[in-house]
């Protein structure tokens, strides 16, 4: 039987089979709890019902077991009142929040009484999940309403303590410069309720909803259970709005234009000046409801942006237009099964870009981005004890990069920042997948002296990739293209051309996965306890052949101990293995076939040029003795034993609720990376010399090893022990329930990482530095192995908060304060003399962490003026102001580290070197806008 028959088996199974359902599907959290008398005895047999806005039908009805325990699972993320009702004794109601992943504990009490005689609903449940000790934050449809962001989910998530440039943890990964359109870091996991969605290629993901159809944010590291896989840093799991049994629907609109925005260049830098922006609307409409009354539910979605972006002084506007469609529905089938299906489709097009001042659209190009993600679930209980789950996900997506001259070389003038010619690569990255998930889930409340929650569960996953992509001026001495690059190089300029620059590479990833877990309450301890199997996959599509056969064994072991019994004081620890996602990127291009032999020529030259005549660089550049080295990236061996790279990761916390609406947490994790994939030089009979070498910039004299002679090198996918990553984080952390007025949450967070391999995007991904191994000029560099990662900001404080005050009129801030990252200074290995190693490309002048970049302050606002429309309907007129503090340097990746790293088109302008090192890379302009007034109304019903 194939795997594929095998869970549409499995599904059809769980349909056939199921029993009394609680009625909405979710990936989402639960109640649970145990009543009892006054006396502290235990109560069977009360009636116990949850009510909600998020039921499909009006309520749910459950008795009590044999110890007095009940237990809802599988609840939408919302409000529910639980009522509890015995024969003898006063009735109760309890007022719970349900959050996703999470266990809402009720301790009932209940005295001596008539059942129709109600007691008020009372406060909400304790605030601390006294029965996980996974690090988890949820973000609320409050927050995503009240937060003043950029409407997208990776802005609400690195909001959470711990997260910065979009990775997790010090895992590391942001993957911005590779994918445009693509969103989050390589390290995490990406899920669309529940059913992973990441990216094939790099492990980001190209799958955004309208930030409207977003129910809630469920965002897991460290301490999770067995279920949880392919990630290292963190799961971020988007949990989308279901209609409900009434109609309700809002409609939103926010602009903002030039005329709204700041200037953050303070230092008048050319390069950094900020595209001008014509016009910036987003709007949204969404609207759910009952189609059958307490049977079948809608949720619907659609989104319009729309910008025009002109290169800094210039005219040259493009066109970016963001879509965005999602249909949802709920069937309660029966009071025994609920069936979930959803569509979302979030197309992107980008005409026009890259038009410059000097040359106009020389080098202009279109990018596009369809993504179209279908989803179903269908769940089941076997009477009240056990629940079944099938989830199915699939993906399929396509991102284009079209230059408008494809009969032209593309020629890069670094020194002054101009392209010419012509786009110079394109691209069309088609790539699917198709993810399913069956679990059960089996709970027995008087097993061996304590109650368990048994849950098992199996999946498969099959994603691929395809890539077309060459560059463009193909002529008879290039025929796949080539591409041209000038860097400064005193009074000369040096020209580097590389040709047969082409990708026609095809990669498949197959993952059987299966795991088993078991959560275990003895009195005030819960344990989490599990173990999963995961066999990932890579494979050449081309050829067939498989480049990576991973087995991965994860165990997993947890502990919440509550030390008062009340869940105000929770000791929790946990300590685990979680294994990286294999994205195909990498060892799909050096292990699979499809791609070409790169070949890089070298000319410096003193000899007056012009850019516009590429075909003078192609005869004076691409010859023999210009030659400088080629990468032959075509089926390169795959040692014999390779592993999945890995992280082993503890955490131990202390949580304690302050009073009736707050809590504090104290939280330290330990991280350790290894099992890095390399590019190995697994057979390297090159001969070296040592020779001393000062590095005037900095004043500091070290060893670096020439070529002598041997060769030629032959490179291997391998692993190897000196490289790896630490990590420790200490997190302060403090939260209060909102109320209807006032919300608060702040976090302080502590960072110290080491390691041989960085822990940028290179440090995920792997593969970004050719044949370090066996290179002493890295591995007996001092500076390679001393200092911080680059990523690691040593201290993180975020608070975010919002208040309601009189007049209708809400006032919300996301404050963020981040100490600047540690870089050393690097040069080319071409620009030292007497360095001649090919493939020692930046040489390290100084430790890593030898200086800091400025700390950062990012300040985001919102006021907010509602008005009642009647009936219901509610307006909102909305003024955000984004970077309030007007940060001239981001949080991003990009900031240049090379001393020769130049502004060029400042330099241009002034007729002398600017360097740019140490300082702000033209590259990341646009991950670091100035201050931005967006101005926006929503109306809601």
């Given at each position: 039987?194939?795997?594929?028959?095998?869970?549409?088996?499995?599904?059809?199974?769980?349909?056939?089979?199921?029993?009394?359902?609680?009625?909405?599907?979710?990936?989402?959290?639960?109640?649970?709890?145990?009543?009892?008398?006054?006396?502290?005895?235990?109560?069977?047999?009360?009636?116990?019902?949850?009510?909600?806005?998020?039921?499909?039908?009006?309520?749910?009805?459950?008795?009590t077991?044999?110890?007095?325990?009940?237990?809802?699972?599988?609840?939408?993320?919302?409000?529910?009142?639980?009522?509890?009702?015995?024969?003898?004794?006063?009735?109760?109601?309890?007022?719970?929040?349900?959050?996703?992943?999470?266990?809402?504990?009720?301790?009932?009490?209940?005295?001596?009484?008539?059942?129709?005689?109600?007691?008020?609903?009372?406060?909400?449940?304790?605030?601390?999940?006294?029965?996980?000790?996974?690090?988890?934050?949820?973000?609320?449809?409050?927050?995503?309403?009240?937060?003043?962001?950029?409407?997208?989910?990776?802005a609400?998530?690195?909001?959470?303590?711990?997260?910065?440039?979009?990775?997790?943890?010090?895992?590391?990964?942001?993957?911005?410069?590779?994918?445009?359109?693509?969103?989050?870091?390589?390290?995490?996991?990406?899920?669309?309720?529940?059913?992973?969605?990441s990216?094939?290629?790099?492990?980001?993901?190209?799958?955004?909803?309208?930030?409207d159809?977003?129910?809630?944010?469920?965002?897991?590291?460290?301490?999770?259970?067995?279920?949880?896989?392919?990630?290292?840093?963190?799961?971020?799991?988007?949990?989308?709005?279901?209609?409900?049994?009434?109609?309700?629907?809002?409609?939103?609109?926010?602009?903002?234009?030039?005329?709204?925005?700041?200037?953050?260049?303070?230092?008048?830098?050319?390069?950094?000046?900020?595209?001008?922006?014509?016009?910036?609307?987003?709007?949204?409409?969404?609207?759910?409801?009952?189609l059958?009354?307490?049977r079948?539910?809608?949720?619907?979605?659609?989104?319009?942006?729309?910008s025009?972006?002109?290169?800094?002084?210039?005219?040259?506007?493009?066109?970016?237009e963001?879509?965005?469609?999602?249909?949802?529905l709920?069937?309660?089938?029966?009071p025994?099964?609920?069936?979930t299906?959803?569509?979302?489709?979030?197309?992107?097009?980008?005409?026009?870009?890259?038009?410059?001042?000097?040359?106009?659209?020389?080098?202009?190009?279109?990018?596009?981005q369809?993504?179209?993600?279908?989803?179903?679930?269908?769940?089941?209980?076997?009477?009240?004890?056990?629940?079944?789950?099938?989830?199915?996900?699939?993906?399929?997506?396509?991102?284009?990069?079209?230059?408008?001259?494809?009969?032209?070389?593309?020629v890069?003038?670094?020194?002054?920042?101009?392209?010419?010619?012509?786009?110079?690569?394109?691209?069309?990255?088609?790539?699917?997948?198709?993810?399913?998930?069956?679990?059960?889930?089996?709970?027995?409340?008087?097993?061996?002296?304590?109650?368990?929650?048994f849950?098992?569960?199996?999946?498969?996953?099959?994603?691929?990739?395809?890539?077309?992509?060459?560059?463009?001026?193909?002529?008879?001495?290039?025929?796949?293209?080539?591409?041209?690059?000038?860097?400064?190089?005193?009074?000369?300029?040096?020209?580097?051309?590389?040709?047969?620059?082409?990708?026609?590479?095809?990669?498949?990833?197959?993952?059987?996965?299966?795991?088993?877990?078991?959560?275990?309450?003895?009195?005030?301890?819960?344990?989490?306890?599990?173990?999963?199997?995961?066999?990932?996959?890579?494979?050449?599509?081309?050829?067939?052949?498989?480049?990576?056969?991973?087995?991965?064994w994860?165990?997993?072991?947890g502990?919440?101990?509550?030390?008062?019994?009340?869940?105000?004081?929770?000791?929790k620890?946990?300590?685990?293995?979680?294994?990286?996602?294999?994205?195909?990127?990498?060892?799909?291009?050096?292990?699979?076939?499809?791609?070409?032999?790169?070949?890089?020529?070298?000319?410096?030259?003193?000899?007056?040029?012009?850019?516009?005549?590429?075909?003078?660089?192609?005869?004076?550049?691409?010859?023999?003795?210009?030659?400088?080295?080629?990468?032959?990236?075509?089926?390169?061996?795959?040692?014999?034993?390779?592993?999945?790279?890995y992280?082993?990761?503890?955490?131990?916390?202390?949580?304690?609720?302050?009073?009736?609406?707050?809590?504090?947490?104290?939280?330290?994790?330990?991280?350790?990376?290894?099992?890095?994939?390399?590019?190995?030089?697994?057979?390297?009979?090159?001969?070296?010399?040592?020779?001393?070498?000062?590095?005037?910039?900095?004043?500091?004299?070290f060893?670096?090893?020439?070529?002598?002679?041997?060769?030629?090198?032959?490179?291997?996918?391998?692993?190897?022990?000196?490289?790896?990553?630490?990590?420790?984080?200490?997190?302060?952390?403090?939260?209060s329930r909102?109320?209807?007025?006032?919300?608060?949450?702040?976090?302080?967070?502590?960072?110290?990482?080491?390691?041989?391999?960085?822990?940028?995007?290179?440090g995920?991904?792997?593969?970004?530095?050719?044949?370090?191994?066996?290179?002493?000029?890295?591995?007996?560099?001092?500076?390679?192995?001393?200092?911080q990662?680059?990523?690691?900001?040593?201290?993180?404080?975020?608070?975010?908060?919002?208040?309601?005050f009189?007049?209708?009129?809400?006032?919300?801030?996301?404050?963020?304060?981040?100490?600047?990252?540690?870089?050393?200074?690097?040069?080319?290995?071409?620009?030292?003399?007497?360095?001649?190693?090919?493939?020692y490309?930046y040489?390290?002048?100084?430790?890593?962490?030898?200086?800091?970049?400025?700390?950062?302050?990012?300040?985001?606002?919102?006021?907010?003026?509602?008005?009642?429309?009647?009936?219901?309907?509610?307006?909102?007129?909305?003024?955000?102001?984004?970077?309030?503090?007007?940060?001239?340097?981001?949080?991003?990746?990009?900031?240049?580290?090379?001393?020769?790293?130049?502004?060029?088109k400042?330099?241009?302008?002034?007729?002398?070197?600017?360097s740019?090192?140490?300082?702000?890379?033209?590259?990341?302009?646009?991950?670091?806008?100035?201050?931005?007034?967006?101005?926006?109304?929503?109306?809601?019903?």
């Amino acid at each position: 039987m194939t795997r594929k028959l095998f869970f549409a088996f499995v599904l059809v199974a769980a349909v056939m089979a199921a029993g009394p359902l609680l009625a909405q599907m979710s990936t989402t959290g639960e109640i649970v709890g145990v009543v009892k008398a006054e006396d502290g005895t235990v109560l069977p047999g009360a009636t116990v019902t949850v009510e909600g806005a998020a039921l499909i039908q009006r309520s749910i009805t459950v008795t009590t077991d044999a110890i007095g325990v009940f237990r809802f699972p599988q609840l939408t993320p919302g409000t529910y009142v639980v009522r509890i009702e015995l024969t003898g004794f006063n009735a109760r109601e309890y007022r719970v929040v349900v959050n996703v992943g999470r266990t809402s504990t009720v301790p009932v009490e209940l005295s001596v009484g008539r059942a129709s005689e109600k007691v008020a609903v009372r406060a909400e449940v304790p605030l601390i999940d006294s029965t996980s000790s996974k690090i988890s934050t949820s973000f609320t449809p409050e927050d995503l309403q009240k937060l003043p962001t950029d409407r997208t989910f990776s802005a609400v998530v690195e909001t959470m303590a711990g997260v910065v440039n979009k990775a997790a943890f010090g895992a590391g990964g942001n993957v911005d410069g590779y994918h445009v359109f693509g969103v989050g870091a390589a390290s995490n996991s990406y899920q669309l309720n529940g059913v992973n969605v990441s990216n094939t290629k790099f492990g980001d993901t190209y799958v955004s909803p309208n930030f409207d159809s977003i129910q809630e944010i469920q965002v897991v590291g460290g301490g999770a259970s067995a279920e949880y896989a392919n990630y290292t840093g963190v799961v971020v799991n988007i949990v989308t709005k279901a209609g409900t049994n009434a109609f309700h629907g809002s409609g939103t609109v926010y602009y903002t234009s030039d005329s709204l925005r700041g200037n953050n260049n303070v230092d008048d830098i050319k390069d950094l000046e900020q595209k001008k922006i014509k016009r910036d609307y987003d709007t949204s409409l969404v609207l759910g409801g009952p189609l059958i009354k307490d049977r079948l539910t809608f949720f619907a979605s659609v989104r319009y942006a729309k910008s025009e972006n002109a290169p800094a002084f210039t005219d040259f506007y493009d066109s970016l237009e963001r879509q965005g469609y999602q249909l949802r529905l709920d069937f309660l089938a029966s009071p025994s099964q609920t069936l979930t299906a959803m569509f979302n489709s979030d197309p992107i097009r980008d005409y026009d870009l890259n038009w410059q001042e000097t040359v106009g659209d020389e080098a202009a190009l279109n990018r596009t981005q369809d993504t179209e993600t279908g989803y179903l679930s269908w769940v089941g209980m076997w009477g009240e004890k056990t629940l079944t789950e099938v989830k199915f996900a699939a993906v399929k997506g396509d991102q284009k990069r079209i230059p408008v001259h494809m009969d032209a070389a593309q020629v890069s003038d670094y020194r002054i920042g101009v392209d010419y010619n012509s786009g110079g690569i394109y691209r069309d990255e088609p790539e699917k997948r198709q993810h399913t998930l069956a679990t059960l889930t089996h709970y027995t409340d008087n097993f061996l002296g304590g109650q368990h929650e048994f849950k098992v569960g199996a999946e498969y996953e099959e994603a691929s990739n395809k890539i077309n992509q060459y560059t463009t001026g193909a002529t008879p001495t290039t025929p796949n293209g080539v591409l041209f690059w000038i860097l400064p190089f005193g009074d000369a300029a040096y020209i580097t051309g590389l040709t047969n620059y082409y990708d026609r590479s095809a990669a498949r990833i197959k993952r059987p996965g299966a795991f088993v877990q078991d959560k275990i309450t003895f009195g005030r301890a819960t344990w989490m306890v599990g173990l999963r199997y995961d066999n990932p996959k890579t494979l050449d599509d081309n050829t067939g052949k498989t480049i990576f056969n991973f087995t991965n064994w994860s165990p997993r072991l947890g502990l919440a101990y509550d030390l008062t019994g009340d869940a105000k004081n929770v000791l929790k620890a946990a300590v685990g293995r979680y294994y990286e996602k294999t994205p195909t990127y990498g060892p799909a291009a050096y292990a699979g076939t499809g791609t070409g032999t790169w070949t890089y020529y070298n000319l410096i030259t003193s000899e007056p040029f012009d850019p516009h005549d590429w075909q003078w660089f192609v005869d004076h550049v691409i010859r023999p003795e210009n030659f400088s080295s080629s990468f032959t990236s075509t089926s390169i061996p795959v040692e014999s034993g390779i592993k999945n790279p890995y992280s082993d990761i503890f955490n131990i916390s202390f949580d304690r609720q302050v009073g009736a609406r707050s809590s504090i947490g104290l939280s330290y994790l330990y991280r350790k990376q290894r099992d890095f994939v390399l590019l190995t030089q697994y057979a390297n009979n090159v001969t070296y010399e040592p020779f001393e070498y000062t590095a005037p910039e900095t004043g500091r004299t070290f060893t670096l090893w020439r070529v002598t002679g041997g060769g030629p090198r032959d490179f291997a996918l391998g692993n190897r022990d000196f490289q790896e990553q630490k990590n420790q984080m200490a997190i302060l952390q403090f939260q209060s329930r909102p109320t209807d007025k006032f919300t608060i949450a702040s976090s302080l967070t502590w960072e110290w990482g080491t390691g041989t391999r960085p822990n940028n995007e290179c440090g995920v991904l792997s593969l970004c530095t050719n044949g370090i191994d066996t290179d002493p000029n890295y591995e007996q560099n001092p500076y390679y192995n001393q200092g911080q990662l680059k990523e690691v900001r040593t201290w993180q404080f975020k608070l975010q908060a919002s208040y309601q005050f009189p007049w209708q009129i809400l006032g919300s801030a996301n404050f963020r304060w981040v100490s600047g990252r540690p870089w050393g200074m690097e040069n080319y290995q071409y620009a030292i003399p007497g360095a001649n190693d090919p493939y020692y490309f930046y040489v390290l002048l100084e430790p890593k962490d030898a200086r800091h970049q400025p700390s950062v302050t990012n300040l985001d606002l919102r006021i907010q003026k509602d008005f009642n429309l009647g009936g219901g309907a509610l307006a909102s007129v909305i003024l955000d102001i984004l970077n309030a503090t007007n940060e001239s340097i981001g949080v991003g990746t990009y900031f240049s580290t090379n001393v020769q790293d130049t502004y060029g088109k400042e330099s241009a302008e002034r007729g002398e070197t600017v360097s740019s090192t140490g300082k702000a890379s033209p590259w990341s302009v646009d991950s670091a806008p100035p201050r931005t007034l967006k101005v926006g109304l929503r109306v809601a019903f």
